[in-house]
């Protein structure tokens, strides 16, 4: 397979992914079809405009290409249909959620490295792709982002983007370069969420 032909397609997995994430979401908070549309939208392409306009990648695909107001779109819409049985899987949210890390946070930093930037711009760039449009989503609910609290969720993305960066500067082929650091990005989200792990937490300290 073409490696461009296969980033895109990535790409918009994890755009239609994020936007089942997104649309179960703001159907949980009763918001009307506009509302999850929206939410949809921004949660699978929020990442993404942030990365492009860190870049210079001007205007951002998400806002420019139709691919991915379509994707989101569709997504919401199968969710919408189909939402009894969506709700039945475990963790809907947190399942495309972990689904959607993984393919954002390679794409992100195969993206970054694209337009010429170094290893640690690449990183950061992809963790933020993976993780920007799921905050925008929890700060437009109103609740306190994943991000945020204990579990590990960014530090995924950061693993993930960070093996893909590795695959890509020692010329890993291109299968290689982009599942493996998917697959490990999400097995890292998803049996963290499957056996408790989380980062330390601090308790409230007392009054004196």
């Known amino acids: ?34 509302g999850i549309l929206a939410i949809a939208f921004i949660t699978a392409c929020g990442g993404g405009i942030a990365r492009d306009l860190c870049i210079g990648a001007i205007p951002p695909a998400g806002l420019s290409d139709w691919r991915y107001l379509f994707t989101a779109i569709v997504a919401a819409l199968l969710t ?5 049985w969506v709700e039945r899987l475990t963790y809907p949210v947190r399942l495309f959620d972990a689904m959607g890390l993984g393919l954002f946070a390679v794409y ?3 993206k970054a490295l694209l337009f010429g ?7 950061l ?10 905050m925008a989503r929890d700060v437009l609910l109103a609740r306190v982002s994943v ?11 950061f693993a993930g983007a960070a093996l893909a960066v590795i695959g890509e500067y020692y010329h890993w082929p291109a299968m290689w370069a982009t599942w493996l650091p998917i697959l490990f990005c999400f097995g890292l989200r998803f049996l963290s969420l499957h056996y408790h ?9 007392r009054d004196a």
């Open 108 to 110: 992100g930093a195969h």
């Open 80 to 84: 919408v249909v189909a939402y009894p």
């Open 117 to 123: 930037h170094n290893a640690e711009v690449a990183i």
């Open 125 to 134: 760039l992809g963790m933020i792709t993976a993780v920007g449009g799921g």
């Open 1 to 34: 397979m073409n490696e461009q032909l296969l980033f895109n397609l990535v790409d918009l997995a994890g755009t239609f992914a994020f936007a089942i994430s997104g649309a179960t979401a703001a159907r949980r908070c009763n918001l009307d079809l506009f």
């Open 147 to 157: 991000v945020l609290q204990k579990e590990i969720y960014a530090l995924a993305a």
């Open 197 to 205: 792990w989380n980062l330390p937490r601090f308790g409230r300290e």
